[in-house]
């Protein structure tokens, strides 16, 4: 198992500050991560979805080391992330990488292209030439469809737009080929043509170095052509999981029915059904009783209110729905 | 265009514009001509790199310092923007034009709270007290799904989505006459987007403001823009009504662009277009997508198309193609994978 991850939580405490010493304000406890399971093996690629806001960064930069959780088990080859990272900072780097959300604010802005993209492996003290590095800079951003790569080679962030940003950062993380990769929303910025070409290129790496891969995302369309499983997110828990094929033909859980069915559709002639879920999005420090979902939920029960669900499953395939695979309910239309 | 009954807004006229890179001028903007009517919401797309955040950093006048606009115009009701004094365009940033920019995940200052900052853009420029301003940021947050408790944490305390989402507030705080939306929607789930999109379309009706979305989904300006502008490396390529544009394309890359796209209502496998943009330090004469386009001749290779009607019928729709009449006949053949690789580049 490359990636074992059980019962993690992660809890900010907000308004914690100066005021309140003297007792002028309630701190707000944020639940940005749960009790969230995940399992990853090598060779596979886990999408991770969910509403804006659910937890998915906070839980990347726990599984890269960033952030050390409140609770929970996590283990990386059978071994506890914390305790390699204290043991060895440089090898857990040159193993797990990740892509971060922000493009604009991961890169430094001091630094060449070139620069940025080589330092991972300067880092790592590998004892490459500067040619050799130049040419492992160079095959990255290639990889990463920066291309022609010399012409970006000296250029600054700044002379970077939004998608040549992104590519730059898919490329760092790719210099170390590193065994597990995080990446937070790394193609939100880019074209189809490009998209698919990084996708592609993305899922060939893990298949042929066998490395795992999380990827986070808001575009389902780009899932199936990369996951192979799927954990959908909602208020800081995994409220449906499973294999990727599974999900999209038959998701249970109503929160995946509404985020399926609100996909728009490119194609002018074809109407997609509009969510029945609405209601305003809840705070993280105010999660709902029972099931977390049920003031959006068109489904819910009286029992929803009071009750959590406990987890259902058939085969691999899950959620944490009272009535999770019980009935065929309908796809969700609005009203 | 169509119905010249509305008034228009915006009017960009000719507009050249490059970086200086090493002391070479390199293009970024070449001819650039559309005009926006008022409360329309017109969609801007193209390939990454192509120029569509530098045309919105121009309308709103915060290019960066290396770079140049050489030739054109810039109107807002008939007053030339460029023509205007720094001090004039620091007056109507923000009250007659507002702009969420790609950064927005990093525009925020880190060390102030977010509340706070809504509520000083509100009193920099509005008479109004703390108070009120105060009101007026919870609405706002109303309005984009955002929790108003929140507006008293920092930017690191906020997801992706809620610092994006905290700036398309910020943008709307002084009810400007056009937003300029850069990626606005690139850290949100579809069902908040949709829930935005949904109140943005009242609050356009109610106010009749405009705006320029620029994003890389496709599916979102069908759904959400009544008209569409393609660039390619830095050019209007096809402008028109959206929905027409979009099923009968009569560029080559905005057909490209179009059958990039899985679309399970078609029995098509999505194309990718092969090659790169053009390098535009260089002097272009010829069309820039001729390297890549597999309609591509020597004409095009030598001569630079206009922007032209592609319709007799309908004035709305330009393209800037040498040979977008024999689109019809060969729209089908740009489905096909091996169509695409008989490019120059590739061949
Ligand atoms: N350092 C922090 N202090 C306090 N609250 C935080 C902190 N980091 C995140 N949060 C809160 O935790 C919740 C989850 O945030 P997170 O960034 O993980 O969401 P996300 O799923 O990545 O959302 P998005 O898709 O919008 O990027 C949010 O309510 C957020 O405000
Ligand atoms: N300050 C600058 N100096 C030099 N070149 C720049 C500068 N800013 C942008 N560029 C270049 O100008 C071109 C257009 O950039 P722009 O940011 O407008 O693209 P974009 O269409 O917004 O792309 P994306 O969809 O990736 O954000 C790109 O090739 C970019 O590298
Ligand atoms: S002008 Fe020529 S090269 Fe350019 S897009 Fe049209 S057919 Fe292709
Ligand atoms: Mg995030
Ligand atoms: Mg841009």
């Known amino acids: ?335 | 265009m169509a119905n010249n009954q509305k008034e228009i807004l915006l009017e960009i006229k000719n507009l050249d514009a490059h970086y200086n890179v090493d002391g070479q001028p390199v293009s970024a903007l070449q001819d650039v001509n559309f005009s926006i009517q008022k409360g329309e919401r017109v969609g801007l797309v193209g390939e990454s790199g192509c120029g569509k955040s530098t045309l919105l950093k121009a309308i709103m006048g915060v290019l960066a310092p290396n770079a140049q606009i050489t030739r054109g115009a810039i109107k807002l009701h008939e007053g030339d923007l460029l023509q205007a004094s720094p001090e004039q365009r620091r007056q109507s940033r923000w009250n007659d034009i507002a702009m969420i920019t790609q950064s927005a995940l990093n525009a925020l200052n880190p060390v102030h709270k977010i509340g706070d900052q809504i509520i000083e853009a509100i009193q920099s420029h509005r008479d109004v007290d703390r108070q009120q301003a105060r009101t007026r940021a919870t609405e706002l947050f109303e309005l984009v799904g955002v929790p108003p408790q929140r507006l008293d944490d920092f930017p690191h305390q906020f997801s992706g989505g809620m610092r994006q989402r905290a700036v398309i507030a910020m943008a709307l705080a002084l009810s400007p006459e056009i937003v300029l939306a850069d990626e606005p929607t690139t850290a949100l789930d579809v069902i908040v987007q949709d829930q935005i999109f949904e109140r943005l379309d009242l609050l356009q009706k109610e106010q009749a403001f405009s705006m320029i979305l620029v994003t890389h989904d496709l599916a979102l300006v069908v759904e959400s823009c009544s008209r569409i502008i393609v660039m390619y490396a830095g050019m209007i390529v096809e402008t028109g009504p959206t929905h027409e544009v979009v099923r009968r394309p009569f560029h080559p890359y905005t057909a490209g662009l179009r059958y990039a796209i899985p679309d399970p209502s078609t029995k098509y496998e999505p194309i990718s277009i092969p090659g790169a943009p053009p390098d535009l330090s260089q002097q272009i004469n010829g069309c820039r997508f001729a390297p890549r386009c597999p309609l591509a001749t020597s004409k095009c290779e030598l001569e630079m198309p206009p922007l032209v009607s592609s319709l007799a019928s309908d004035a709305a729709r330009q393209t800037r193609c040498h040979h977008a009449d024999q689109m019809d006949q060969s729209r089908d053949r740009f489905h096909d994978q091996s169509f695409w690789q008989t490019a120059k580049t590739t061949s």
């Open chain 1, 1 to 335: 198992m490359l990636l074992d991850v059980q019962d993690l939580a992660k809890h900010y405490v907000l308004g914690e500050g100066f005021s309140n010493l003297f007792g002028l304000s309630n701190p707000q406890k944020i639940r940005a991560v749960d009790g969230v399971s995940l399992r990853l093996q090598p060779g596979e690629v886990l999408g991770l979805v969910g509403e804006s806001g659910c937890g998915k960064s906070t839980l990347a930069r726990i599984l890269v080391g960033l952030e050390l959780p409140s609770s929970g088990a996590l283990l990386f080859n059978g071994n506890d992330i914390a305790e390699d990272i204290k043991s060895n900072r440089k090898q857990f780097h040159q193993k797990v990488q990740m892509v971060f959300q922000d493009p604009y604010g991961s890169l430094n802005p001091q630094h060449t292209i070139e620069e940025i993209v080589t330092r991972p492996l300067i880092y790592q003290q590998l004892g490459l030439s500067k040619a050799e590095l130049k040419d492992r800079a160079i095959d990255a951003l290639n990889d990463a469809e920066m291309m022609p790569a010399k012409r970006y080679l000296n250029k600054f962030p700044h002379e970077l737009s939004g998608g040549q940003r992104q590519r730059v950062c898919i490329a760092r993380a790719l210099v170390l080929q590193p065994e597990l990769i995080v990446a937070d929303e790394p193609i939100s910025m880019l074209d189809v043509s490009i998209k698919w070409s990084i996708v592609r290129l993305l899922k060939r790496l893990v298949k042929e170095r066998n490395i795992g891969l999380i990827y986070i995302t808001h575009d389902l369309s780009s899932v199936p052509a990369i996951c192979d499983k799927l954990a959908i997110m909602y208020l800081g828990r995994v409220v449906e999981s499973g294999l990727c094929d599974d999900i999209f033909k038959q998701a249970t859980h109503p929160y995946t029915q509404a985020l399926l069915a609100a996909s728009p559709n490119p194609n002018p002639d074809v109407k997609r059904g509009r969510p029945n879920i609405s209601g305003a999005i809840p705070n993280a420090s105010n999660i709902p009783t029972g099931c977390r979902f049920h003031p959006r939920c068109p489904n819910a029960q009286p029992q929803c209110a009071t009750e959590q669900p406990a987890e259902r499953h058939r085969g691999y395939h899950r959620a944490e729905c009272h009535f999770a695979f019980d009935v065929k309910i309908e796809r969700t239309k609005r009203a």
